[in-house]
């Protein structure tokens, strides 16, 4: 059902203020988005439902943003390579001699992305819900939020849903997809760090168990049944004595984090596969519980089987269940797999992604496209393929752009673009676009001219 602005059935109070842009969830995409549209001088408000920006990256605790790499070059500039400036001032981020400097702090980007929102002249409003669009013929009004203020309207002139299940264009009455052919999702995380962790007596064991490490500063090792791990042996026996689950060993990672000496934090663990919709309440609730029971199972493993994991405690337990997909748009264009493979260009190019497909599925263990044998142009190490800005574009609304992980894509191809790195860019993109769309046309996202969004995006550094 959608709301109209003029039915007031609700009892939502009309906040006074109006923006030029409202961006819907202050996630990955989101907070850039807010950050790049307030550049443009719009006057522009992030409405987030946590206490600090950033979303997956920081509150699901997801590090590193993932390598998207072709012919040696980092696919996504502009703002992504700010954030990344940024956290390495505040030893947040990676200085890496091998050239990977994708790892970071989540904490650290909270900080990050704060300073860069106010900076850029924007305001943000955490511990707001938007609970739907008030829609007046094909265009937003207003978004309904609720927060310890009640049920309020907050006016734009142009709206971004950045909140990665796509709830303000659920609202407007968008087409969607979700999930795969049979309509599952790929498997959700709640991911933790132990802390007192002895890394470098950690790393020899780990090397010695031949699992090579760089230095005790830079860890990274993981577990996947079937897959060959050296660690497999370990899990078997755990599993044996019943201080693992069978599925505790379908997916285990675990890596250090810059600026957190003797701490590793965990891509880990997968909810079991029943709860795979991130956007049901009572799933995203059950997830939280089954998450941290996997909790307890992996601290006591870490403990009892990896040496220098001995004294080892519970660091952090991300605030937000990691969710990689939930409902994605139908936009004017939906990018495939064949996009992928074909590396196909577009004229309304708005990023560049060479980053593969990568699902990880509640059917079992992790596909990855560049596992599949293959002449398709992807497969060159220099190739490449763009995510068109009709993508983020959803059909049926005149003043709404989706960036982010609920873009308009196929689930494979999905899996693909929905690193955090891509997220960045389409979100820098999306603001842009938004605050040019209220300054010049009325928040109509369609008639923004793209040849001047494309060379606005090379002037701050993208690569498109
Ligand atoms: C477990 C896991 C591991 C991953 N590993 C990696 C990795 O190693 N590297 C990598 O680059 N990518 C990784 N990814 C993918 C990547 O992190 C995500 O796809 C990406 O961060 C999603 O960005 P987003 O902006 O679309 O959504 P999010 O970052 O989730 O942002 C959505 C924001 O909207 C807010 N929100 C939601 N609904 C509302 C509402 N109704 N009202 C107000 N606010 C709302 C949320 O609180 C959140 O802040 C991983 C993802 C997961 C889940």
Redesign the pocket.
């Known amino acids: 059902m959608t709301l109209s602005f003029d039915t007031p059935y609700l009892p939502y109070r009309t906040v006074e203020q109006e923006w030029d842009v409202i961006v ?7 907070a850039v988005a807010g950050i790049a549209a307030a550049r443009t001088g719009a006057r522009v408000l992030v ?4 206490g600090s ?5 920081t ?2 605790w ?5 390598r998207n790499v072709s012919g040696g070059v980092n696919l996504n500039r502009g703002l992504t390579e700010e954030l990344k400036a940024r956290l390495r001032g505040r030893g947040d981020g990676a200085v890496d001699p091998g050239g990977n400097d ?1 790892w970071f702090n989540p904490e650290g980007l909270k900080f990050v992305l704060d300073d860069l929102l106010v900076e850029a002249g924007g305001e943000v409003l955490f511990h ?4 739907d669009p008030l829609l007046e013929g094909g265009a937003i009004r207003a978004l309904a ?1 609720h927060n310890k203020g009640g049920l309020q309207a907050l006016r734009a002139t142009c709206f971004i849903d ?4 796509a ?1 303000v264009a659920q609202g407007a009455g968008v087409p969607m997809s979700a999930g795969d052919e049979e309509g599952l999702h790929q498997a ?2 709640l ?1 933790f760090t132990l802390a007192g962790v002895d890394t470098a007596k950690l790393r020899d064991f780990l090397a010695a168990s031949g699992q090579g490490q760089a230095s005790a500063e830079f860890l990274h090792f993981w577990m996947v049944w079937g897959r060959q791990s050296t660690l497999e042996p370990l899990f078997r026996e755990a599993v044996a004595r019943g201080v693992l689950l069978e599925r505790d060993g379908d997916y285990f990672q675990g890596f250090s984090v810059p600026g957190r000496p003797g701490e590793v934090s965990f ?1 880990c663990p997968r909810i079991r596969p029943e709860l795979n919709d991130g956007a049901d309440p009572w799933q995203l609730s059950a997830a939280q519980l089954d998450g941290r029971q996997a909790i307890t199972r992996l601290t006591a493993f870490c403990r009892t089987y990896l040496p220098g994991c001995e004294a080892a405690f519970i660091g952090v337990v991300a605030p ?1 269940v ?3 997909e939930t409902r994605r748009v139908q936009g004017e264009y939906t990018l495939s797999v064949e996009d992928i493979l074909d590396c196909t260009k577009f004229e309304d190019s708005i990023c560049r992604n060479h980053y593969p497909v990568d699902i ?1 599925s509640v059917k079992g263990g992790a596909r990855l496209l560049h596992e599949r044998d293959g002449a398709a142009p992807y497969f060159a190490l220099d190739a490449w393929h763009e995510i068109p800005y009709r993508c983020l574009v959803p059909q049926g609304v005149d003043n709404l752009l989706v ?4 873009a308009s894509s196929t689930f494979e191809a999905q899996s693909s673009i ?4 891509n ?1 960045h860019s389409m ?1 820098e993109a999306a603001g842009i676009a938004a605050a040019w769309a209220a300054r010049n046309h009325g928040g109509q996202v369609r008639l923004v001219d793209v040849p001047a969004l494309q060379a606005e995006l090379r002037r701050r550094g993208a690569l498109v």
Not at 47 to 50: L, S
């Open positions: 819907a969830g202050g996630g990955t995409a989101g409405v987030e439902a946590q920006l950033g979303g997956t990256g509150n699901a997801v590090t590193p943003l993932m994708n707001t819900h938007v609970v939020v950045a909140t990665g299940d709830d959700m995380s991911r891509n937000m990691g969710i990689r990880h960036p982010g992980r609920a929905r690193v955090q790195q997220c979100g």
